[in-house]
């Protein structure tokens, strides 16, 4: 079955630093989408991208799907303590495949040092 | 406007036990997802259910079923709990149409299975 592996599994930075995580897959996705989970709460949903090559920006937070389809990559800028947490990748398989069947990477556990 | 609503947000059951999760979708939407979470991992998919019907199966056992209702919310059923099934049910809810693949999350259901 399809795997993502995403990386880093976690970082420690400072406030103010930038950040990047990314995403690859051993198959091809038709939409990409990064969400953000919090102690005892569901994922909540930052970007989704829809077309190879597209770039998305969302806040200080930017995205990019990979040309191949098999990758994408999350930046946060000017990082914040409020940016802590733990940051899923999510990608849908084209069809046949419908409706949202998503599998997910297995995290950036997220540190900002104030 | 209401998101995701999952009841109950916390569980404990016995093993060789049943479970009954519920999720009621965002209004309008007529998709309902569910995934398993368990800690330190990404979530795994489940169950899809659009308009009432089956959409998609997880690598799950026959234990779990579930089922949507007229008014697209849904259930969770687990049987025979095994301490391997303690983890944070999560339900999606999504708007389907051509071209689009967002979900969005509930709060979830943690269930400890002793």
């Given at each position: 079955?399809?795997?993502?592996?995403?990386?880093?599994?976690?970082?420690?930075?400072?406030?103010?630093?930038?950040?990047?995580?990314?995403?690859?897959?051993?198959?091809?996705?038709?939409?990409?989408?990064?969400?953000?989970?919090?102690?005892?709460?569901?994922?909540?949903?930052l970007i989704?991208?829809?077309?190879?090559?597209e770039l998305t920006s969302n806040g200080r937070l930017t995205a990019q799907?990979?040309?191949?389809?098999?990758?994408?990559?999350l930046n946060?800028s000017?990082?914040?303590?409020?940016?802590?947490?733990?940051?899923?990748?999510?990608?849908?398989?084209?069809?046949?495949?419908?409706?949202?069947?998503?599998?997910?990477?297995?995290?950036?556990?997220?540190?900002?040092?104030? | 406007?209401?998101?995701?609503?999952?009841?109950?947000?916390?569980?404990?059951?016995?093993?060789?036990?049943?479970?009954?999760?519920?999720?009621?979708?965002?209004?309008?939407?007529?998709?309902?997802?569910?995934?398993?979470?368990?800690?330190?991992?990404?979530?795994?998919?489940?169950?899809?259910?659009?308009?009432?019907?089956?959409?998609?199966?997880?690598?799950?056992?026959?234990?779990?079923?579930?089922?949507?209702?007229?008014?697209?919310?849904?259930?969770?059923?687990?049987?025979?709990?095994?301490?391997?099934?303690?983890?944070?049910?999560?339900?999606?809810?999504?708007?389907?149409?051509?071209?689009?693949?967002?979900?969005?999350?509930?709060?979830?259901?943690?269930?400890?299975?002793?």
């Amino acid at each position: 079955g399809q795997q993502l592996n995403q990386s880093p599994q976690s970082m420690f930075i400072q406030e103010g630093e930038d950040v990047s995580m990314n995403c690859t897959s051993s198959s091809i996705f038709n939409t990409w989408l990064w969400y953000k989970q919090e102690p005892g709460e569901g994922p909540v949903l930052l970007i989704a991208l829809y077309k190879a090559g597209e770039l998305t920006s969302n806040g200080r937070l930017t995205a990019q799907f990979g040309i191949t389809r098999k990758d994408s990559f999350l930046n946060i800028s000017a990082s914040i303590p409020s940016d802590v947490g733990i940051y899923f990748c999510a990608g849908h398989p084209p069809p046949p495949t419908s409706g949202s069947r998503l599998t997910f990477g297995e995290g950036t556990q997220l540190t900002v040092n104030p | 406007d209401a998101g995701v609503t999952q009841s109950p947000t916390h569980l404990i059951k016995t093993r060789g036990q049943h479970v009954t999760l519920r999720c009621s979708p965002i209004s309008g939407h007529k998709s309902v997802s569910w995934y398993q979470q368990v800690l330190g991992q990404g979530p795994q998919f489940i169950f899809q259910y659009y308009e009432k019907e089956e959409r998609g199966r997880g690598n799950f056992p026959d234990r779990f079923s579930a089922r949507q209702f007229p008014n697209y919310s849904s259930e969770l059923n687990v049987n025979a709990l095994l301490l391997g099934d303690s983890a944070l049910y999560l339900c999606a809810s999504s708007f389907i149409r051509v071209g689009y693949t967002e979900a969005f999350f509930g709060q979830g259901t943690r269930l400890t299975v002793v």
